[in-house]
């Protein structure tokens, strides 16, 4: 089942997020309708709280962003705990399922040890590189609730604030299913 997208200005998307355990209720369709909800919207990431659950929960698949010579990586991360970032920061056009139409530059740092449970509520720690660990950092931010405008230079912020507004408000035109929270 394909879910509605949490567009910028819903207070899920601030939210830190809460640690789950195995019999957290509709884990496994949560987990396959997120999968979905991905595939449709063209995402290579997404976490619990963009379909309005503040639950410490992400899967990424970065097969999309792969050329041949580098599989990419399809991921369930429940309960994460970055362990260690390391590298010279580099800078990549992030966007955001739940902030259409706005693509920024954010530097992050090209390594990471992640500590995480998968589907199966076993604990794994292992390090990523490259885009799988950009696409991790970005979507372990949401479980911090923090978006990759945040990472953004007060003029950059400054300069994309008034298409914030317009998504908030639900002014923006997107080819998939979102849910706009109308300021009152
Ligand atoms: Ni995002």
Redesign the pocket.
């Known amino acids: 089942m394909i879910l509605p997208i949490r567009a910028y200005g819903d207070p899920v998307l601030r939210k830190i997020c809460q640690s789950i355990t195995s019999d957290f209720p509709g884990l496994n369709q949560l987990i396959e309708n997120m999968f979905e909800t991905m595939y449709e919207s063209n995402?290579v990431?997404?976490?619990a709280p963009?379909v309005g659950h503040d639950i410490r929960l992400f899967i990424i698949d970065t097969n999309a962003f792969s050329d041949k010579k580098i599989k990419g990586v399809k991921k369930i991360f429940i309960n994460a705990v970055i362990i260690e970032e390391s590298g010279v920061e580099w800078g990549f056009e992030?966007?955001?399922?739940?902030?259409p139409k706005i693509r920024e530059n954010v530097k992050r740092p090209p390594k990471l040890i992640i500590k995480y449970q998968d589907e199966n509520f076993i604990w794994n720690e292992e390090s990523f590189d490259d885009m799988a660990a950009r696409v991790i950092q970005?979507?372990f931010?949401?479980i911090e609730g923090v978006?990759?405008i945040d990472h953004l230079s007060p003029l950059k912020k400054q300069l994309i604030k008034g298409k914030l507004i317009n998504i908030s408000k639900g002014k923006v035109d997107v080819d998939y299913k979102m849910k706009f929270y109308f300021k009152k």
């Open positions: 995402g990431g997404l976490a963009q992030e966007g955001c399922l739940s902030i970005h979507e931010d949401h978006l990759f």
